[in-house]
């Protein structure tokens, strides 16, 4: 079992920044890789931004293109989210997710929660206008 541990949501105003950080702990010697999900109330949840085991492939949403970072420190099995001017539109639970690849796929990305098996707990990121 692989557990998720996010931190650093908050209460930001508009046009602020925030910097989410999620680790991975337990079983976590094989290959994963992770990314960050968001749900508002009354939304589907989305993928934000997704990055994979090696290579450094990433993948965002449209709307947050130019704004957020995802990066990863693979020895620290910790993924980091740098969410820069931040709008009202941001504002949501933020989830980690992981997921467990083979070695032929290190550099393959998912954008669909369904792909993913370990889930954090969600961080809550709340925007003022």
């Known amino acids: 079992q692989v557990q998720l541990v996010e931190s650093g949501g908050g209460l930001v105003q508009a046009g602020g920044s925030l910097r989410l950080s999620c680790t991975a702990s337990?079983?976590?010697?094989?290959?994963?890789?992770m990314g960050w999900f968001r749900q508002a109330p009354g939304k589907e949840r989305e993928a934000v931004a997704v990055?994979?085991?090696?290579?450094?492939?990433?993948y965002y949403t449209d709307s947050v293109k130019g704004r957020f970072m995802i990066s990863r420190d693979a020895a620290k099995n910790t993924i980091i989210l740098q969410m820069n001017s931040l709008e009202s539109d941001d504002a949501a639970i933020y989830y980690c997710?992981?997921?467990?690849?083979?070695?032929?796929?290190?550099?393959?990305?998912?954008?669909?929660?369904?792909?993913?098996?370990?889930w954090g707990q969600g961080t809550q990121v709340t925007v003022s206008s």
């Open positions: 997710a992981a997921r467990e690849i083979t070695a032929l796929s290190t550099r393959n990305y998912y954008i669909r929660g369904n792909d993913y098996k370990y």
């Open positions: 990055i994979s085991y090696a290579g450094g492939r990433t």
């Open positions: 337990g079983r976590t010697a094989g290959h994963y890789t």
